[in-house]
């Protein structure tokens, strides 16, 4: 146990391995959908709980905008817009 401590940094509190526990709790709890996604996030190389949350909004933005694209492009053969 103590040859684990030691390989802690320095700055290692309670409070961050909490923050490291939301973080891979927030990860663990996506679905299989989101392997590519999970697997680019644990590059990042630091469970960060602020880039965390950016990566996740940045994903959510990029589906919204995708799904927008896909409705508009459909509504085009569609005829619905011309």
Do not use: R
């Not at 309670?14 to 590519?36: F, P, R, S």
């Not at 999970?38 to 965390?52: A, I, Q, R």
């Amino acid at each position: 146990m103590h040859k684990m401590q030691n390989l802690h940094p320095n700055n290692f509190d309670l409070q961050k391995l909490n923050e490291e526990l939301t973080c891979m709790a927030m990860i663990y709890a996506l679905l299989e959908d989101y392997t590519n996604f999970t697997s680019s996030v644990l590059l990042l190389g630091t469970l960060d709980k602020t880039k965390l949350q950016d990566a996740f909004h940045a994903k959510e933005t990029n589906c919204q905008h995708h799904t927008v694209c896909m409705l508009l492009c459909i509504g085009v053969q569609d005829g619905l817009f011309i």
